[in-house]
């Protein structure tokens, strides 16, 4: 997925995404930050007809729905009210508070934090959530553990598009979440989005780990019976972030140089590959999945 951005206003390059302007704006933007929220939404919500509303006081440039389609609510180079009270140390020391006038924002649909009932877990309004799109986490700024909705694969890739649009159209010195610029006010993006992978992935300097994805669906395909149960460490290390080959590498017992030498490549190739400093090439990649007995998506970065 690509994404340009063209008079301020994103778009695939035959045509602007989907707009639906908010009245909740200030002036001019010179966008330095791009901040990462969850709107604490279901599926029902349409966060941005909401932001269309005045009386929402609220709006952010992009909000990016769980099917991974993006409405633009507000133009890049004007203010949009996401931020609320931030600050933050930039580059130099240079000090920002309310980032609103620095910033552009992302919001995703999410529920964010979810509590434990007796029937599974549900979100702030009582809505029963599946739990196979939960993981269990305690937030870096000691929100005490809960369950956190899962970002649907095709929102990290949305969000990743767009991202890597905004970095190369305007001077963006850094992304954070919004709990990073109001710690203890704000808890999104939270856990469930690997913000260190993201970046990494918006600078282009290594395929994006979705290995928390991949593991969800692994379990959630454990669950169902579907193939043989890979064991929980597997999972957690998946989960954790390393890269899919070298976690199923290592289960099979294999080592780097026997794997390298079975699938015909050097191991400092192997090594980029598991690294994630490089992609292997398909045909590579079909083979050293053949050798592990896994599938083509396991291995997926
Ligand atoms: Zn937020």
């Known amino acids: 997925?690509?994404?340009?951005?063209?008079?301020?206003?994103?778009?695939?390059?035959?045509?602007?995404?989907?707009?639906?302007?908010?009245?909740?704006?200030?002036?001019?933007?010179?966008?330095?930050?791009?901040?990462?929220?969850?709107?604490?939404?279901?599926?029902?919500?349409?966060?941005?007809?909401?932001?269309?509303?005045?009386?929402?006081?609220?709006?952010?440039?992009?909000?990016?729905?769980?099917?991974?389609?993006?409405?633009?609510?507000?133009?890049?180079?004007?203010?949009?009210?996401?931020?609320?009270?931030?600050?933050?140390?930039?580059?130099?020391?240079?000090?920002?508070?309310?980032?609103?006038?620095?910033?552009?924002?992302?919001?995703?649909?999410?529920?964010?934090?979810?509590?434990?009932?007796?029937?599974?877990?549900?979100?702030?309004?009582?809505?029963?959530?599946?739990?196979?799109?939960?993981?269990?986490?305690?937030?870096?700024?000691?929100?005490?553990?809960c369950g956190w909705e899962v970002f649907t694969t095709a929102q990290i890739e949305t969000v990743i598009a767009a991202a890597q649009a905004i970095c190369r159209e305007y001077a963006i010195e850094d992304i954070m979440g919004h709990d990073d610029i109001a710690p203890g006010r704000k808890s999104d993006p939270g856990p469930a989005w690997d913000m260190a992978a993201f970046k990494a992935s918006v600078r282009g300097g290594g395929p994006f780990q979705l290995n928390r994805q991949r593991a969800l669906d692994i379990r959630a395909r454990i669950a169902s019976g579907e193939e043989e149960t890979f064991p929980e460490d597997v999972v957690s290390a998946l989960v954790a972030g390393q890269h899919p080959v070298r976690v199923f590498r290592k289960w099979r017992g294999m080592t780097a140089v026997a794997l390298a030498r079975a699938a015909g490549i050097s191991q400092p190739y192997l090594s980029e590959i598991e690294n994630g400093a490089k992609d292997g090439s398909l045909s590579v990649m079909k083979r050293v999945a053949a050798l592990l007995n896994v599938t083509l998506d396991d291995l997926a970065g």
Not at 17 to 42: D, M, Q, R
């Open 1 to 145: 997925m690509n994404f340009c951005i063209k008079n301020d206003r994103l778009g695939t390059g035959m045509s602007i995404v989907n707009f639906i302007g908010s009245p909740n704006i200030g002036g001019e933007l010179k966008a330095k930050f791009l901040i990462i929220h969850y709107t604490a939404s279901g599926p029902e919500a349409d966060t941005a007809r909401y932001f269309s509303q005045d009386t929402a006081n609220v709006s952010a440039h992009l909000v990016v729905r769980r099917d991974g389609s993006v409405t633009q609510c507000v133009p890049f180079n004007v203010v949009a009210w996401h931020a609320g009270k931030s600050q933050w140390t930039g580059k130099g020391g240079t000090r920002y508070s309310g980032l609103n006038n620095s910033a552009i924002g992302i919001e995703i649909e999410n529920w964010g934090p979810l509590g434990k009932s007796a029937g599974g877990w549900v979100s702030w309004t009582g809505a029963a959530v599946d739990g196979s799109k939960v993981i269990e986490a305690r937030h870096k700024f000691g929100v005490p553990d």
